[in-house]
């Protein structure tokens, strides 16, 4: 996530022109390597909370969650707000403005955001689960994972956490507790780092030929 951050401010300033050039090699590769980050932490908290059968109890999960993730997440975007609105009234630009932002939650928080709103549905999903087979489930897994993927590839770079992305991340927490629980194929590790390496090197020239999800193109 680090690397995320740090990358976008090299790699922000050159993806719109691509060429064979060492940094835009180096930092197109750090930028797609990086993008795992985050759908692998909500495919981790789905592989854990999907696979509890106490996690059906919506009251006591939500009571735990409040107080895990939703509490601090509201006290830290808090915090932003009162950093933004003091720079508003110190630099003497609008407060107003400062404070319209947090309609759509501070931005370095969105992927919380993803997150609280994927725990509210942990209940309903967990008993789902429970009442369809395990083959019918993980068909859904694969067609909601489907769906991510297209959805991520064809939208345009916009608010992150809109209900569409939400949505597309929905795959990634199913499909999270099916690798984790679910899948009983043994694949070799030099077939995984194969298929790694293809899916980096495919992703970066279709990158070096102009197509990238941050314009709006």
């Not at 050159?14 to 759908?39: A, C, G, Q, Y």
């Not at 909500?42 to 059968?53: A, D, H, Q, R, Y």
């Not at 404070?99 to 789902?128: E, G």
Request: with cysteine; glycine share 6%; charged share 10%.
């Amino acid at each position: 996530v680090i690397i995320i951050h740090a990358n976008f401010h090299f790699f922000g300033d050159r993806f719109e022109t691509p060429d064979l050039s060492p940094e835009f090699i180096t930092e197109n590769l750090l930028n797609i390597i990086t993008r795992f980050s985050v759908p692998v932490f909500i495919m981790l908290s789905g592989g854990f909370n999907l696979n509890n059968p106490g996690n059906g109890n919506a009251v006591s999960f939500y009571k735990k969650t409040t107080w895990k993730i939703v509490l601090p997440t509201v006290i830290i975007a808090f915090i932003f707000m009162v950093i933004d609105v003091t720079k508003a009234l110190i630099l003497g630009t609008s407060v107003v403005g400062a404070l319209a932002n947090y309609i759509h939650f501070p931005y370095a928080l969105w992927y919380m955001v993803i997150l609280v709103m994927l725990y509210f549905i942990t209940p309903l999903l967990v008993k789902m689960k429970s009442t369809i087979s395990e083959k019918h489930y993980v068909i859904l897994s694969v067609i909601l994972m489907v769906y991510a993927v297209c959805s991520q590839t064809l939208s345009t770079y916009r608010v992150s956490y809109t209900l569409g992305t939400v949505g597309a991340f929905l795959g990634y927490y199913l499909m999270g507790d099916v690798i984790m629980n679910h899948l009983r194929l043994k694949i070799p590790m030099v077939i995984s780092l194969i298929i790694m390496a293809a899916s980096v090197a495919l992703t970066w020239f279709i990158r070096y030929k102009g197509f990238t999800f941050y314009t709006n193109r």
